[in-house]
Structures are given as structure tokens and as C-alpha cells.
């Protein structure tokens, strides 16, 4: 009897231990958990806030898609999407999808489409006016991707006018993104 009542003290203390020690990594748990959370909103003010600050200060405004936009002169209109910040349990800390667009339409029906995924990363499509693709950035070797010129020629437009979408596509990617 002696014996059996020694093996339950001891059994119970066992399980008091696993207890603490399940009740400890509980409680690290939710200190981590606590401080992620606490960090991901702060960072997802941070974000959005800066975000809105761009939109305002660069005069975007919502169209009927949801994407904002910015229209500029001779057919030219930057756009970026809506962005919110992934859900909590994402656990993601930055916005999904960060590019900036720009859509240039020409008098002769023939449109330019471009796309920043990074700041000065894009790349550029020219289409006919029946979307028949007639020139791209990623048709260009690698070398020459970034040459004004070559790029200029690949897509029909002057140097000054590509320059100057590439610079603005630029300044508002850092304004929404960096």
C-alpha cells in the first residue's frame, strides 16, 4: 500500500511537471503570437497609411475597376490597386501584389502597356490597335533591357516621351512601395 501510494506522488508529479511545462510553452506561445500581432498592425498602419498618403498627395483617384489612377497628358494614365494588407493569419507582412501600371494610348489606335514589379523593373508592351503585340521590353536581350534607345526603337516612341514615363512610373513606385 506503502509502495502503491509512492508511485502516485510520484505519478503526480509527473503530470503536475507536464502541466508547468505544457502551461510555460502555452504561455510563450501567446506572448509570441502577442507580439507579432502588436507588430503586424503597427507595420500595417505603417503601410496603408502611407499608402493613402501617396494617393492623395500624387492626386490618384478611384475608377469604376477599384483601381486608382492618375491621368496624365497625350494619353498617358498611371494606376495601382487597391491595396489592403493580408489578414492577420496571413502572416504575411507587406501588401501582396505591389506594381504600378501605366497605360499610354496613341492617336493612331496603337497603346503601350507597362508594368513596374520593383523599382525601375518593368517592362513594356506595345499593341496594335487590334491587340496584336508589335513590341516588348522582355523581347529585348537582357543587356539591353535598360538601354533607353534600344527600348525607344522596340517600342515606337521617342526616347524624351519614354524617358518621362519611365522616371514618373519610377518617382510613383518609391512613393507607393519603398
Known amino acids: 500500500m506503502v509502495s502503491n501510494m509512492d508511485k502516485q506522488i510520484k505519478d503526480s508529479k509527473k503530470y503536475k511537471s507536464i502541466l508547468v511545462t505544457l502551461g510555460i510553452m502555452f504561455g510563450i506561445i501567446l506572448i509570441l503570437f502577442g507580439s507579432y500581432a502588436l507588430h503586424y498592425h503597427s507595420v500595417k498602419k505603417e503601410l496603408e497609411e502611407k499608402f493613402e498618403i501617396a494617393l492623395k498627395n500624387n492626386n490618384f483617384k478611384k475608377n469604376p475597376e477599384g483601381y486608382y489612377s492618375l491621368k496624365e497628358g497625350n494619353g498617358i494614365t498611371y494606376g495601382v490597386s487597391n491595396q489592403k494588407m493580408p489578414s492577420l493569419f496571413d502572416f504575411s507582412l507587406d501588401f501582396h501584389v505591389k506594381d504600378l501600371y501605366c497605360d499610354v494610348t496613341f492617336e493612331n489606335g496603337k497603346y503601350i ?44 516612341i521617342e526616347e524624351k516621351e519614354l524617358t518621362s514615363i519611365i522616371e514618373k512610373g519610377n518617382f510613383l513606385y518609391k512613393q507607393f512601395y519603398k
Open 113 to 156: 502597356e507597362a508594368t513596374w514589379s520593383g523599382y525601375n523593373d518593368y517592362i513594356f508592351t506595345i499593341y496594335s490597335k487590334d491587340d496584336i503585340v508589335l513590341g516588348s521590353s522582355s523581347s529585348l536581350k537582357e543587356k539591353y533591357r535598360n538601354s533607353i534607345m534600344k527600348l525607344s526603337q522596340e517600342l515606337q
